[in-house]
């Protein structure tokens, strides 16, 4: 594959893939807003969302940029496409202020840039290679304790956490749900192309994604609802996301990243830039939450 077919269809096909992402969450973050909140988990929330046009219309986009993004990565390769497709988390913003009248802030588009710019850092230091889609052997409790361990971790901080830190929590808890499922379905992709169509129903993974991928989905919905802004929980999933589908990867499928002293030192700093990216975007959604719902008293008031 030469680098001008990448050029052409790659890198355009994940741009206007991470702009459908993008335009997908703005709606979805306003809309939730417009349905009774639910406990955590409740289909309750999706049976009040599908009968709103808009968002049903919001799943068509997200189709769109599913498949814009199986396009970018037939024809380029995880280090270039993922980091572009991270850039969902600026058009969302972008779409987010536009549909709230308002001006996209310069504080919170840093924030969304430090998260991207990271994980960019850090797929292309860490040069993940080979394709997976077979579970090697390898044991799988230690990651998935980890991974039990850092949803329950997180859902019990968006329980106790006021504000943005909380949704910050609900985020992380949907990262890994994505990232899980993008893990799996490499496994059943590989089962359909050995076996054809059938194969996959003899195997649990179809079965564990069909469960964890809906619940990722709703716990989106429910993140978006709770979030008086979209770009933390936006910044965090899509960050969190491709590092779990990764870790996968390499514990279960047989993936290799690059780990020499130098590479891993870089991989550090990578991480501290996300970690600062999702911390300066906590922080400004918090105190721009306060500002609106002072302004809004004002106005009930006057």
Excluded: N
């Amino acid at each position: 594959m030469t680098a001008g077919t990448v050029l052409v269809v790659a890198v355009p096909a994940a741009v206007i893939g991470a702009a459908s992402f993008g335009m997908a969450s703005a709606i979805q973050h306003r809309v939730t807003k417009q349905v009774p909140e639910v406990a955590t988990f409740s289909p309750r929330m999706l049976w009040d969302l599908v009968r709103k046009p808009i968002w049903v219309l919001s799943i068509g986009t997200v189709i769109v940029g599913l498949s814009l993004q199986v396009v970018a990565l037939a024809f380029g390769p995880l280090v270039l496409v993922q980091p572009l497709l991270v850039t969902s988390v600026l058009f969302g913003a972008a779409f987010a202020a536009w549909l709230a009248g308002r001006r996209m802030d310069l504080v919170l588009a840093l924030g969304a840039l430090l998260c991207a710019g990271g994980l960019a850092a850090f797929l292309l230091l860490a040069r993940p290679s080979g394709h997976g889609s077979e579970f090697t052997g390898a044991p799988v409790l230690p990651l998935s304790l980890a991974m039990g361990l850092l949803v329950i971790a997180s859902l019990l901080a968006a329980r106790w956490l006021p504000g943005e830190f909380g949704v910050v929590g609900l985020a992380v808890a949907t990262g890994v749900f994505y990232g899980v499922t993008a893990g799996l379905m490499r496994v059943v992709a590989g089962q359909f192309r050995t076996g054809g169509f059938v194969e996959p129903f003899g195997h649990w993974t179809l079965y564990v994604v069909c469960v964890i991928g809906p619940m990722g989905f709703l716990l989106s919905q429910q993140t978006f609802q709770r979030g008086r802004l979209m770009s933390p929980s936006l910044a965090v999933i899509t960050t969190v996301d491709p590092l779990v589908a990764a870790a996968i990867g390499v514990s279960w499928l047989g993936e290799s990243i690059e780990s020499s002293p130098a590479i891993l030192a870089g991989e550090a700093v990578a991480g501290a830039l996300m970690i600062g990216g999702i911390a300066v975007l906590a922080r400004r959604s918090e105190q721009i939450g306060r500002e609106l719902a002072a302004r809004e008293d004002s106005e009930s008031w006057g």
